[in-house]
């Protein structure tokens, strides 16, 4: 997830890492991104697609207005009025009020919404294996997955995978819910393990000289 984003941010700057495996690494901007795990995490739980549909509107409104801010303080002020009007229509509960405009200002998550990973990741020339599960709802792996081949199309050893009934931890799942990670018993997929080994062999490996071997 995170490390997905900071692994091409080191490779990029450092021509002495070979390779990047990148798991549920978001490869789109982190406002879209919030907006979609947000939807989804909703979905996944059963929320009404009425409510999702609204929350979205109100998610992609709160961000764009602190990503608009010429400070942190208004970033703050922006947000906590966002927040409270999503409390008088009923989007938000007061629960996730108290909290969520500072959550969603602090320099780090200002910072996050506005990064797009993906001109990053365009830029490395090493081999990269990028992999999502399709009922991963925090990184959604359709958009995600569609980012991240489109910034490696011009990488030969760029590969982007979908892993079919797999959730955000690579998890073999039943709905993708985070409340499920914990139940699952694998801690990741042997079908995911052996895709990461098969494809270090073959791109990584194989390509190193006997004297590196």
Same mark, same amino acid.
């Given at each position: 997830?995170?490390? +997905? &984003?900071?692994?091409?941010?080191?490779?990029?700057?450092?021509?002495?890492?070979?390779?990047?495996?990148?798991? #549920? +690494?978001?490869? &789109?901007? %982190?406002?879209?991104?919030?907006?979609?795990?947000?939807?989804? $995490?909703? =979905?996944?739980?059963?929320?009404? !697609?009425?409510?999702?549909?609204?929350?979205?509107?109100?998610?992609? *409104?709160?961000?764009?207005?602190?990503?608009?801010?010429?400070?942190?303080?208004?970033?703050?002020?922006?947000?906590?009025?966002? @927040?409270?009007? %999503? @409390?008088?229509?009923?989007?938000?509960?007061?629960? !996730?009020?108290?909290?969520?405009?500072?959550?969603? $200002?602090?320099?780090?998550?200002?910072?996050?919404?506005?990064?797009?990973?993906?001109? $990053?990741?365009?830029?490395?020339? @090493?081999? @990269?294996?990028?992999?999502? +599960?399709?009922?991963?709802?925090?990184?959604?792996?359709? *958009?995600?997955?569609? #980012?991240?081949? *489109?910034?490696?199309?011009?990488?030969?050893? %760029?590969?982007?995978? !979908?892993?079919?009934?797999?959730?955000?931890?690579?998890? /073999?799942? =039943? $709905?993708?819910?985070?409340?499920?990670?914990? /139940?699952?018993? !694998?801690?990741?997929?042997?079908?995911?393990?052996?895709?990461?080994?098969?494809?270090?062999?073959?791109?990584?490996?194989?390509?190193?000289?006997?004297?590196?071997?």
């Amino acid at each position: 997830s995170e490390g +997905g &984003i900071i692994a091409p941010a080191v490779a990029a700057a450092d021509k002495s890492v070979a390779f990047v495996v990148m798991i #549920a +690494g978001p490869c &789109i901007r %982190g406002d879209k991104l919030f907006v979609l795990q947000s939807a989804m $995490t909703a =979905k996944a739980y059963g929320a009404p !697609e009425d409510y999702i549909a609204r929350r979205k509107i109100f998610d992609q *409104e709160l961000y764009s207005a602190i990503l608009s801010a010429p400070s942190e303080s208004a970033a703050v002020d922006r947000a906590k009025a966002h @927040v409270a009007q %999503g @409390v008088a229509d009923k989007i938000i509960d007061a629960q !996730e009020a108290e909290t969520l405009a500072k959550d969603d $200002t602090t320099p780090w998550e200002r910072y996050f919404l506005a990064y797009d990973p993906a001109p $990053t990741l365009a830029r490395l020339t @090493v081999p @990269v294996l990028a992999l999502n +599960g399709s009922m991963d709802v925090q990184v959604p792996a359709k *958009e995600n997955l569609a #980012a991240a081949r *489109e910034a490696l199309k011009k990488n030969p050893k %760029g590969t982007a995978m !979908e892993l079919a009934g797999m959730n955000h931890l690579l998890q /073999d799942a =039943k $709905t993708g819910a985070p409340s499920e990670y914990n /139940d699952i018993e !694998e801690t990741m997929s042997p079908v995911a393990l052996k895709i990461i080994t098969d494809w270090l062999s073959t791109n990584v490996l194989a390509r190193q000289s006997p004297r590196n071997n």
